[in-house]
């Protein structure tokens, strides 16, 4: 069954790419201006792109090829090249009317370098400013107020979703440009602890097995998704509750062994396999979307991705708003419905709260909980089989 879910998954991707193509492709715009075909192939390269098709209202500062060469003459890594890359895509929609009746003549606007959170601090703004004779400046707000680029032409509006202009050249960034390191140097804990996962982080590195099994996949593809301190601290005594074999398989079930933008994960949804799937040990979670969210489900509850906390391939992490449970190692109540066991399980589980309920425990009753997951369950794979019945028509229907 998994196995057949994980073949037919390719399908539902491609199905969903049809189904969403409504919105811009930056790849296709671009390849209207030869011009800037090496920025255009950088763009994908780094996975820039995907991220772009995603958003609205944003403004990408194209660079020539003239302009891309001589980026590239520094050799950057194309990890650090995704940053600058990223740099240069402000979340906000500037088109060449917009660039020229700018209040005050100056403004501050996010990038998606800020958004990704790479950029320490306050770099990732970039500072537009109209200059005399009807110029208009760019730079990194880290740049030491220098504006280091400026405005050429438009190259493609759609108002207002997205608008591609021509600047002269690269912006400079001392965040943006510093060498990012690859993936076999990045610290995964160091990283967590700086940005509000550092219960989760000091627990995996008391763990050496886990941290070993993490540190294994960073080369492969790795995406974790950590819970926030406030509700792991309370976790905390659960956790140490459970077996050191139990501790292992708690910790690696946060880490899936491939890498997955929030993009990818919008659009894959579904059964994952988790880094403490182990035969018979399932350890498997379910990627669902809600709205604009992306939650996380097992049988015994519901979180929600909060934040990206790193996301440069083959490695993402993200921010969990609670501690997600394996079914493997926390009850949920007992699936069958007679009614008093679940209302017994529910009784207990309360009586071991930890001193922040909220932070722990699954929204709701436990066994509603439960009977839904099983209907979401049945749907999903449902839906599955439907849409790999669509796919597989279509695809004879093309050949
Ligand atoms: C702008 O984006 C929205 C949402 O993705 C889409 O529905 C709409 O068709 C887009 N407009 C244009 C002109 O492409
Ligand atoms: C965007 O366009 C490129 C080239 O035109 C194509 O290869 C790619 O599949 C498109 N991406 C999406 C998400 O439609
Ligand atoms: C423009 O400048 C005025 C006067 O200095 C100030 O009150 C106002 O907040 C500024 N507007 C913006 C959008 O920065
Ligand atoms: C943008 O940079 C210019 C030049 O350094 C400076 O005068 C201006 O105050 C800056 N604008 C903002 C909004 O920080
Ligand atoms: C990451 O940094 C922590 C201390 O900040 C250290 O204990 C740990 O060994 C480092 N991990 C690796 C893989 O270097
Ligand atoms: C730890 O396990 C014991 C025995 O299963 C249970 O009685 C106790 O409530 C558990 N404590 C916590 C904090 O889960």
Not at 253 to 280: E, K
């Amino acid at each position: 069954m998994r196995q057949l879910q994980l073949l037919i998954l390719p399908f539902l991707y491609c199905l969903f790419l049809f189904q969403t193509s409504n919105a811009h492709n930056i790849t296709s715009l671009l390849a209207k201006h030869p011009s800037f075909s090496t920025f255009n192939h950088y763009l994908s390269l780094t996975h820039v792109a995907p991220e772009i098709n995603r958003r609205t209202t944003i403004t990408i500062l194209a660079l020539d090829n003239a302009a891309m060469s001589s980026l590239l003459s520094e050799n950057p890594s194309v990890y650090t090249l995704k940053n600058i890359l990223s740099l240069h895509v402000l979340l906000d929609y500037f088109d060449s009317k917009k660039l020229h009746q700018i209040t005050n003549g100056t403004v501050l606007t996010a990038t998606m370098f800020q958004a990704t959170g790479s950029a320490p601090g306050s770099s990732g703004f970039i500072n537009i400013t109209e200059l005399k004779g009807g110029k208009v400046g760019f730079g990194a707000e880290d740049n030491a107020g220098v504006l280091n680029a400026y405005f050429v032409k438009a190259l493609e509006e759609i108002p207002y979703n997205i608008s591609v202009i021509q600047i002269t050249k690269a912006l400079q960034s001392a965040a943006a440009d510093a060498p990012t390191p690859g993936p076999s140097e990045l610290n995964l804990t160091d990283k967590m602890s700086a940005h509000g996962c550092k219960v989760f982080a000091d627990t995996l590195l008391s763990n050496p097995e886990a941290m070993g099994t993490y540190q294994d996949n960073i080369e492969g593809g790795l995406t974790v998704f950590c819970p926030l301190d406030e509700p792991m601290k309370a976790f905390l005594p659960k956790y140490k509750n459970l077996t050191a074999a139990g501790n292992t398989a708690f910790l690696e079930f946060f880490g899936i062994p491939v890498y997955q933008s929030m993009s990818m994960l919008r659009s894959n949804n579904g059964l994952m396999n988790t880094l403490a799937t182990d035969g018979a040990n399932n350890f498997d979670l379910t990627v669902q979307n809600d709205g604009n969210d992306v939650t996380l489900k097992t049988k015994v509850n519901t979180v929600k991705i909060t934040g990206t906390l790193l996301d440069e391939e083959p490695v993402a992490i993200y921010t969990i708003d609670k501690v997600l449970m394996p079914s493997e190692l926390f009850k949920a109540a007992p699936t069958p419905p007679p009614a008093p066991a679940p209302v017994e399980a529910a009784d207990k589980g309360k009586a071991n709260a930890a001193p922040t309920p909220e932070a722990d425990s699954p929204d709701g009753d436990p066994a509603d909980q439960t009977a839904d997951n099983n209907n979401a369950a049945g749907r999903i794979e449902a839906e599955i089989f439907a849409a790999a019945g669509a796919g597989l028509s279509l695809l004879l229907g093309l050949l």
